[in-house]
């Protein structure tokens, strides 16, 4: 989902920078009649987007992109408040710094292009990845329908599959790429494709990636935010890693009552970051409602710690209301916590948390056994603790 919000964005009309062109587009229609043609991009951290007059079936498309990365081609302009453009109306390229030729044949989606090795690699790339997209909408749908039909266990089932299933398919397109092509002009998109975002970020994986990089991508504006990124995982996952000592928070409870992480003594405590809109962690709560159920008298317990609520739009109320709702339709009979901030809370940030579900499993000394144990995992390691 945040992938469709981040190139959404990309794609809302901003100012053009002031740098000199240094790609050019040359498109040619068959058969295709469209007044204007327009390439939204991000340049800077900012949305841009270049356009161009159709004259005589051809345009010519040119303006500044410091590095390579995929753009939305269309003959429709659009933005935030308009919507996406109707299907054969957009097309998905690859642009960097260079020249080459662009062939729209019947419809203005259908398109081949000629000159440009990054925009054939990334194509190449599209179609080996799509036998796992396929797979992974199939998926979504099949978990989505069984969320409507109330069958939690199978939609989480299902999401332990997307998850196989997606680490495979970046594992095989991106990771294979980037082993084959660490100089690529595609290289740096490759990486974040296959690095991800947020709290999955394998920063000791994707640092040598990163190190090959071309100097001019890596003091990029992006290349030197993906690099802190890059950074900071490495940092978080050794202040946070299995055998670390577990970083301690308080937050209050649902009546309002301080709870203190540390406060909990004797037991091993799962710390489970979820929240009542996520349709993954509410799949997931009937896992740890059998584990809790199966363990809670060995000396196993659970801390839920909410990210309801919003950061910028603060309801409190309401958020409050749709968390308590969900603690009594899902049965989640342990110590539920929040501050009622959304993303901003208090122990999220601490731990880096950017996606949920999200968990780590920490012992009576205070110290992390486990990590984001989901599904089957979560029973296999209690199942190892409490022979």
Sequence with gaps: MKKIILLLLLATPGALFAQAANYQIKGNLIDVDVPMVYLSHGEGGKPVVDSAVVTKHTYTLSGFVSIGQSAFLTSFKFGAKMGMPPANSLAIIFISPEIFSVTHTGAFNNITSTGSPANEAYTQIIRAAKPYTDKVTALTNKSAAALKAKDTIVAADISTRIDSLTTEWHERVYGDFLQKNPKSPLAFWAMQQYGGTGHTIDGQKLKPFFDQLPEDVKRSIPGEE??????????????????????????PDTAGKPVRLSGIKGKYVLVDFWASWCGPCRAENPNVVKAYNKYKDKGFTVLGVSLDGQSSIREPTLAKAAWLKAIEKDGLAWIQVSDLKGWD?????????????????????????????????LDKKLADIFK
């Design 226 to 251: 993906y690099g802190k990124r890059i950074d900071a995982s490495i940092t978080f996952n050794t202040k946070s890693a299995v055998g670390s000592k577990a970083q301690d928070f308080e937050l």
């Design 345 to 377: 809370n208090e122990a999220a940030t601490l731990y880096d948390v950017k996606s949920i579900p999200q968990n780590f499993l920490i012992d009576p000394n205070g110290v992390i056994v486990g990590k984001n144990l989901r599904g089957e995992d």
